[in-house]
C-alpha cells in the first residue's frame, strides 16, 4: 500500500522523503543545471511517490521567490553598451537560464540614486539574484548588494583581493601570450591600447603585456602605452597618437577587439602594411575578429563558459548563501589569424 498523507503533498514533504534541501526540489523541478543525476532520480522517485503537483504562483509565493535574476550594468558611457561585449555576455547569460524558470531582467546602473534604487528593489523580493557587468575599482555596489544578503555575482573583479563572488577571464596569462608570440615573430617595439586604467581588467592586461617584456629583456617605454575605452575609436586615437610618438611601432597589442579594429584603420591610412610593418593582435574573440582586414589575431575569452559559470554560482549562492564566495577564473586561448 503506498502512503497516506492528509492534504496535497508539499515540497518539503518530497524534500525530506528524497533526502535533500527544497531548493534542490525546485531546481529539479524547474529542470535547472547543477543536480547531480543521482539526486535529481531521487528527487523524483519522491514526487511520483508522493504525487506531489507543482504550483507555480504558489510555489514562488511560498518559497518568496521572484523566479527573477537582475544583470546590472554599471558603465557610466552609454556608447560601450554599443560594443559587442556586452551583447555577447547577454546572449551567455540568456543561454545560460533557458533550461531555469528564471527570467532575466536588464538593468542600467550608473549613479548612487540608481545603485539605492536596485539594492531596494532587489530586497523587496523582485529579483532572487543580481549578476553585475563592468564594475569600477572605486563602485561599492557590490558591497552594498552583499550586505543586503543579496546573493550577487561579478563578472570580473575591482581589485586583487576581491571579496565578493566574481567570474572573470585569465587576463594576465592572455596578455603575457598574445606579447610573447609578437616577441617570437621578431618584434621589438610592441605598443598597448589599454582599457580605462581604473578597471581591473585593464590593469592585468596591462600587467601581462609588461611581464613579457620583462622576460625579454625589453625595457618599458611609457610612451608606447595609451589609454583607450574599449571602443573603436578610442583605438583609432591612442594608435594614432603612438605612430606620432613612435613611428618605428613594429607591433600593437589592443587590450580589445574593437580597439585592434580602430588600430588596423590608423595603420592602414598610415600606409602601413599588416602584419608586415606592424603586427596587431586584439582581446575577446568576437565575431567581428574574422572580417577585419586581414582578420585579427586576438585572444578568445571564453564569454559563454563566463556565462554559464556566472548563472551556476549565482544559483548555487541562492540555494546556499551561507557557503564562502568563489572566485572562478577561465583560462583563454591564443587564436593566430592574419594580422600577427
Not at 514526487?47 to 557610466?76: C, F, H, K, Q
Not at 545603485?115 to 523582485?126: I, T
Not at 575609436?233 to 579594429?261: E, K, N, Q, W, Y
Request: with cysteine.
Amino acid at each position: 500500500m503506498g502512503r497516506q498523507r492528509l492534504g496535497s503533498p508539499t515540497l518539503e514533504q518530497v524534500a525530506a522523503l528524497a533526502g535533500v534541501g527544497r531548493g534542490t526540489v525546485s531546481r529539479v523541478i524547474n529542470n535547472a543545471t547543477g543536480v547531480k543525476d543521482s539526486t535529481r532520480r531521487a528527487v523524483e522517485r519522491a514526487i511520483a511517490e508522493l504525487g506531489y503537483v507543482p504550483n507555480l504562483a504558489a510555489r514562488s509565493l511560498a518559497g518568496r521567490r521572484a523566479d527573477a535574476v537582475a544583470l546590472a550594468m554599471t558603465e557610466r558611457d552609454w556608447r560601450l553598451f554599443g560594443e559587442p561585449f556586452f551583447s555577447e555576455i547577454v546572449r551567455a547569460v540568456g543561454d545560460a537560464l533557458a533550461d531555469t524558470s528564471m527570467q532575466l531582467l536588464l538593468t542600467l546602473v550608473r549613479t548612487d540614486d540608481e545603485r539605492r534604487r536596485l539594492v531596494e528593489y532587489a530586497r523587496g523580493g523582485r529579483v532572487d539574484g543580481v549578476l553585475l557587468m563592468s564594475v569600477r575599482a572605486e563602485d561599492r555596489l557590490p558591497d552594498m548588494l552583499a550586505e543586503a544578503g543579496l546573493p550577487t555575482v561579478m563578472l570580473g573583479r575591482r581589485s586583487g583581493d576581491e571579496h565578493v563572488t566574481y567570474v572573470d577571464a585569465d587576463n594576465v596569462g592572455g596578455a603575457r601570450g598574445a606579447v610573447e608570440h609578437l616577441l617570437r615573430d621578431g618584434r621589438r617595439r610592441i605598443a598597448a591600447v589599454t582599457g580605462p586604467l581604473d578597471m581591473y581588467v585593464t590593469q592585468c592586461r596591462l600587467r601581462g603585456y609588461r611581464e613579457a617584456l620583462a622576460t625579454a629583456g625589453l625595457e618599458p617605454v611609457p610612451s608606447l602605452v595609451a589609454e583607450g575605452d574599449f571602443t573603436e575609436d578610442s583605438g583609432r586615437r591612442a594608435t594614432a597618437g603612438i605612430l606620432r610618438c613612435h613611428p618605428d611601432v613594429d607591433a600593437v597589442f589592443a587590450a580589445s577587439d574593437t580597439m585592434a579594429a580602430g588600430a588596423l584603420d590608423v595603420l592602414r591610412s598610415a600606409g602601413r602594411r599588416v602584419p608586415d610593418d606592424v603586427a596587431v593582435l586584439g582581446f575577446d574573440d568576437y565575431p567581428l575578429a574574422e572580417h577585419t582586414e586581414p582578420a585579427l589575431t586576438t585572444v578568445r575569452q571564453p564569454l559563454e563558459e563566463i556565462g554559464r559559470a556566472m548563472v551556476r554560482l549565482l544559483l548555487e549562492e541562492m540555494e546556499q548563501p551561507e557557503v564562502a564566495w568563489r572566485h572562478v577564473i577561465l583560462r583563454t586561448r591564443l587564436v593566430v589569424r592574419g594580422s600577427a
